[in-house]
C-alpha cells in the first residue's frame, strides 16, 4: 500500500472505486468517516463531501426567500448530490441535470444515491442550453455548478452562455453560479461577480467553504 494511501486508510478514508473519464481524468469515489461518500475528480470533491455542503447551505437560504420552487435546472449535475437536496427542500420539484460526463452520473447513481426521478441529459451544457431537450422549457431555479477539475471554461462565462441561462429561468425566479474562491481563483470569481453584475444588475454573494455562490434573482 503506497504511503498516501496507508495515511489516508489510517485516518478513515478509503477509496472505494477509481475510472477514467474521457471529460475528468482520473476519478475516484472516496469513502471518508468525517465527510461520508464523494466523488473526486481533479483533485477536488465534486459531488458528496464539502461539495454537498457548500451546496446546502446557499440552498438553504434559496429556501427561506423563495419556499416554492416546481421546476429546476442543474447544469453540472456530476453524482447528484445537489439534485438530492433539492428534492429535500422542495418537495414535488421537477429536476433536470445536465452533465457532459456519464461517468459521473454513473457514480452517482452507484454511490450517492442520485433521485432516480430526474431527467438526466448527457451533453456539453453551452449546446444544451439552446437544445430542442430544453426549448420551450423554464425553471424557478437554475443551479450552475461546471468545472473540470479545478477549472470554470470559459465558454461558461460568455455573455451568450450567461444570457441563455437567464432565458430559461421563469419570473421570480433564481439563479445561483458555484465559483471557487482561494488563491488566484479569487480574482478569476471576483472578475466573474462584476461580469455577473454588469449583465443581470444586484448580485447576492454568500461564501461558504472557500468557495462564492453568485444569487441571481429575476424580479
Aim: aromatic share 10%.
Amino acid at each position: 500500500m503506497k504511503r498516501t494511501r496507508l495515511i489516508d486508510f489510517l485516518n478513515g478514508v478509503t477509496e472505494i472505486e477509481e475510472v477514467e473519464s474521457v471529460y475528468n481524468g482520473s476519478v475516484s469515489v472516496v469513502r471518508d468517516l468525517a465527510w461520508g461518500t464523494y466523488i473526486k475528480a481533479g483533485g477536488l470533491t465534486q459531488s458528496g463531501g464539502v461539495a454537498k455542503k457548500v451546496w446546502k447551505s446557499v440552498l438553504k437560504k434559496v429556501k427561506n426567500q423563495k419556499p416554492d420552487v416546481r421546476s429546476s435546472l442543474i447544469l453540472g449535475l456530476g453524482g447528484g448530490s445537489t439534485a438530492g437536496l433539492i428534492k429535500k427542500y422542495w418537495e414535488g420539484v421537477e429536476v433536470t441535470g445536465v452533465d457532459i460526463d456519464p461517468v459521473m452520473v454513473d457514480l452517482g447513481k452507484k454511490y450517492l444515491k442520485m433521485p432516480e426521478d430526474i431527467e438526466i441529459i448527457i451533453g456539453d451544457a453551452e449546446k444544451e442550453v439552446k437544445s430542442k431537450k430544453l426549448k420551450g422549457k423554464s425553471f424557478d431555479l437554475i443551479c450552475v455548478d461546471i468545472y473540470t477539475g479545478d477549472s470554470f471554461p470559459e465558454k461558461f462565462q460568455a455573455d451568450e452562455f450567461l444570457m441563455s441561462v437567464y432565458n430559461l429561468l421563469n419570473k421570480s425566479g433564481v439563479i445561483v453560479f458555484n465559483r471557487l474562491f482561494y488563491g488566484e481563483k479569487r480574482r478569476e470569481a471576483y472578475k466573474f461577480g462584476e461580469k455577473l453584475e454588469r449583465i443581470f444588475g444586484n448580485v447576492d454573494r454568500f461564501y461558504p467553504e472557500a468557495n462564492v455562490m453568485f444569487v441571481i434573482t429575476n424580479n
